[in-house]
């Protein structure tokens, strides 16, 4: 028995739990890429809906996928679909004002 | 609009065929063909490929992942009572699966081993499933990551801090490491001097650690794997990377932990597939042969006072960099404390306790002043 528990390295009873890492006290392990794009998105969204900007709304849309890709398991999926709603809102509404196709910057 | 204005030339201008013809172009955002959209069409076709690209890098990943896990499931079963764990079941039995933190990070937490508490591994994949980053990552080529990061109890590991990996990898980390920029404050060495590639450096915080640590099945691993090592850390100091703080230093030294951090690259340079997980196996076994390695590294009396004294000298510094601040915050509380008594005496009600309480507070500040002075006298007639 003794010889079995010398070549097994297992130990049931040294068995510590799983706690994830405290982010607030080491922000560099967070990464910030889903936060600044969903506040990109609700910015490009606000110039869109009121600017009546086209580019600024499709923009949002990009921002807001770009946003959900990048975000972790966690996180709330409330606030990723608010942002897309808001995105998707911002260009249907600057279609509804203008219906008129976007013209190329160049 | 062409044959409105053909029919109203011929029959509104007489001689109108021998009229120059004009034709006016028609503005294109006039115009309601599906072509005057293609600005739209263009954004559409953009997103419509950034959701195939996430459907099939999320797939990719997780493949990938799972690959890893196949390959290694044996070998952590053999070696732990629990693989697998996510902290939020209350019993502590093995999940036998990776928790997935977002598409591109997997973690799995195995514990219940000799010589340590316990061991987390973490799969740090590219973001495949971002457009935007695998279009970057065609400009800076990037790989996939494993890190381990294994934790020991106090007996599991003597006092020493030692480092192995890529000669740019070590410079990074002297540089962010809390313990290793206090410890191992000389320039990293060539591994050539110890019988692996040159490619590798090492950082010790003295030659006894890297002679113990260096033998030759360690040496026989990183010559092997030299190009998949990115680092190795050992530490019983572990930190984690500096922190910078914005009021002027922490007041207390930051909580360390005996830590072993491994980072291995995934062979491939981001053209990764599954098979190539199994060649990091044999990484795998250097990390448990490392962890019962550790346990038996033991410095000799001399080390073990050079280490100490190390420790010691990191405090000291440590605490003469904080001491003004030290003392700026006794003595903000202090004066908190004397503003609170203050405030208690001239909210007491009772006339006659008020003047009892100020009269106590009255004698206690004497008493304090001339303690303060009988010491000054003392240090003078010392110092005569």
């Given at each position: 028995m003794t010889a079995n528990n010398m070549a097994d390295p297992r130990r049931p009873s040294k068995i510590f739990r799983y706690k994830p890492p405290n982010t607030e006290t080491n922000p560099t392990l967070e990464d910030p890429t889903p936060d600044y794009m969903n506040l990109l998105g609700m910015v490009f969204s606000m110039c869109g809906l009121m600017l009546k900007l086209k580019w600024c709304a499709w923009i949002a849309v990009y921002c807001s996928f770009i946003s959900f890709a990048n975000s972790r398991s966690s996180e709330d999926t409330k606030q990723m679909m608010s942002s897309f709603m808001l995105s998707i809102s911002a260009v249907v509404m600057s279609y509804l004002q203008n219906p008129q196709p976007m013209s190329p910057p160049w | 609009m062409s044959v409105t204005l053909a029919l109203f030339e011929k029959y509104m201008i007489p001689n109108a065929h021998k009229l120059p013809r004009l034709l006016p172009s028609v503005p294109a955002h006039l115009q309601n063909s599906w072509e005057s959209y293609y600005m739209e069409i263009l954004m559409v076709t953009g997103l419509l490929a950034y959701i195939m690209n996430y459907i099939i890098g999320k797939n990719k990943n997780s493949r990938l992942a799972q690959a890893w896990f196949n390959s290694h499931r044996e070998l952590l079963e053999s070696n732990f009572a629990l693989v697998g764990d996510d902290g939020t079941s209350k019993e502590a039995t093995s999940t036998g699966k990776l928790n997935q933190e977002n598409e591109h990070i997997y973690n799995l937490w195995c514990s219940g081993r000799v010589c340590c508490e316990g061991m987390l591994i973490q799969l740090k994949f590219l973001k495949r499933q971002d457009l935007l980053n695998v279009l970057a990552r065609m400009m800076r080529p990037a790989c996939d990551q494993v890190q381990v990061k294994v934790t020991l109890n106090d007996e599991d590991m003597d006092t020493f801090v030692f480092a192995v990996g890529s000669r740019k990898a070590m410079a990074r980390l002297q540089k962010e490491m809390q313990d290793l920029s206090e410890f191992c404050g000389d320039k990293p060495k060539s591994g050539a001097k110890y019988g692996v590639p040159e490619s590798l450096s090492i950082l010790s915080e003295m030659g006894e650690v890297t002679d113990g640590v260096m033998d030759n099945k360690m040496v026989h691993y990183l010559t092997s794997h030299a190009e998949k090592i990115e680092s190795i850390h050992f530490s019983d100091?572990?930190?984690?990377p500096k922190v910078m703080q914005e009021e002027g230093q922490p007041l207390k030294l930051p909580e360390t932990k005996k830590t072993l951090l491994f980072t291995f690259n995934v062979p491939g340079m981001g053209n990764t597939s599954p098979k190539d997980m199994d060649s990091l196996l044999p990484l795998m076994n250097m990390v448990i042969y490392s962890i019962d390695k550790v346990r038996k590294l033991r410095l000799n009396r001399e080390g073990k006072q050079k280490a100490d004294r190390n420790r010691a000298r990191v405090e000291e510094n440590f605490l003469k960099q904080t001491h003004t601040q030290r003392q700026e915050a006794a003595q903000t509380r202090r004066e908190e404390k004397k503003r609170a008594e203050k405030e208690r005496i001239m909210n007491e009600e009772d006339p006659d306790r008020q003047r009892r309480l100020e009269e106590a507070a009255q004698r206690r500040e004497q008493k304090k002043l001339e303690k303060k002075q009988m010491k000054m006298k003392q240090i003078k007639v010392k110092a005569m």
């Open positions: - | 100091q572990f930190s984690g």
